[in-house]
């Protein structure tokens, strides 16, 4: 074997290790990836929403007891906005973003998730799932009626929001910068990496239960969202059974939608499709 070519597979074999050593450290660091966690506490007075909402605890069925911030609905008519956030940062990070609904007079049930906001625990899918049945069962425990819970996902939260929808029947499903799974979405991140849709723990495969869902569906998209491109969301929408609407807005990118009218769309969409109690 010549020198040159002995040089060029020991070449190749540096770099094939390089490149699945890099591999390995994208699965062990996984979680610290998709899961960009605030640990403090949200302040509710800082976020103005203290005259608006109350603190509340949301109990797990593994034991949790979670904050969240409740508004409950004025009368049986009025909608519930149950609303599970992105994978960065606490709810306090979303007063201004859940305000034009409490401005139209709708209940809010503000989530936050295990390991998020000063909570409890460490955030993977099976526990982001139980965390929104816990919020759901609290809503019912008010006396909200099934039929007028409006689930509102935000990226990561719209694909614990599509798994509720699937095991519950609620009035409405919003899923805002939606991606079809953790899997597609890796491989949108790290090209050079196609078997990594094969290794996510989280798989939050969205796009397998869409069809699933029987509660009238919006999607909101970011034609510039470079985090979750748009075509996730078309993909989603094409693959949801009717009644189902979408809304793609030219200049925005990722959760900046409330600046291009989305939450004025959100409330359209609502007074339209939920049925009157």
């Known amino acids: ?26 699965f062990v660091v996984q979680r610290r990836i998709l899961f960009l966690r605030e640990p403090e506490r ?42 599970l956030h992105g994978n960065a940062g606490h709810i306090g990070h979303r007063a201004d973003r859940v305000r034009p609904y409490v401005e139209a007079g709708w209940g809010l049930l503000l989530v936050e998730y295990r390991g998020y906001g000063g909570n409890p625990g460490a955030p993977c899918e099976r526990g982001l799932y139980a965390d929104a049945r816990a919020a759901l069962a609290f809503a019912r425990a008010q006396g909200v009626a099934d039929g007028r819970i409006v689930l509102y996902g935000e990226s990561l ?23 079809c799974s953790v899997g597609t979405s890796a491989v949108h991140r790290y090209p050079l990496f196609p078997m990594a849709r094969w290794l996510v723990r989280d798989k939050f495969d969205s796009l397998a239960k869409i069809a699933c869902v029987r509660a009238p569906l919006l999607v909101l998209h970011g034609e510039r969202d470079q985090v979750t491109p748009p075509r996730f969301g078309r993909t989603l929408l094409a693959s949801a059974k009717a009644p189902k609407e979408g809304r793609f807005y030219p200049e925005g990118g990722h959760v900046d939608l409330d600046q291009f009218g989305a939450a004025e769309a959100v409330i359209d969409f609502v007074r339209r499709r939920l049925a009157a109690p």
């Open 157 to 179: 939260g719209a694909a614990v929001a599509v798994q509720m929808a699937v095991e519950h029947k609620v009035g409405a499903l919003v899923l805002e910068a939606p991606f």
């Open 42 to 83: 949200p302040d509710l007075a800082a976020c103005g929403l203290a005259d608006v909402v109350r603190p509340v605890q949301l109990v797990t069925a593994d034991g949790l007891g979670l904050l969240a911030w409740y508004r409950p609905p004025p009368s049986s008519a009025v909608p519930l906005l149950v609303f």
């Open 1 to 26: 074997m010549g020198t040159g070519l002995i040089a060029a597979t020991a070449a190749l074999g540096s770099a094939a290790g390089a490149y699945l050593g890099l591999l390995g450290y994208l």
